[in-house]
């Protein structure tokens, strides 16, 4: 099922974060890169931008514009709250769980 596998990628991705970045600030500064590029590719699917800057992530540009927007809310509010998060593991858990339950 794609589904698992898209949950699976990013629960192993998630541990990779982890391993590799302990400082929340250094997880924040991913998760702002990741916001920026939802951002470019929604502001070009709106017609606000005659280009995407991130060519590489074409797969985002076959998302919906409102799965797109619903995936934004959810990086805004995960990289608004990174600090006061006692917890990043389960955050991230959480962050997962709801970009996942965001269909194309």
Request: charged letters at 25%; glycine letters at 2%; hydrophobic letters at 45%.
């Amino acid at each position: 099922n794609a589904l698992e596998q898209k949950e699976l990628n990013l629960s192993i991705n998630r541990d990779i974060l982890l391993n590799r970045f302990a400082e929340k600030s250094e997880i924040e500064k991913i998760f702002k890169i990741i916001l920026f590029i939802y951002q470019d590719v929604y502001e070009f699917k709106l017609g606000l931008s005659s280009q995407v800057f991130f060519t590489d992530f074409s797969y985002l540009q076959k998302q919906s514009i409102k799965s797109l927007y619903e995936k934004i809310k959810i990086l805004i509010d995960f990289v608004n709250n990174i600090n006061y998060n006692l917890n990043m593991e389960l955050s991230l858990d959480k962050f997962i769980i709801e970009m996942s339950e965001i269909y194309g």
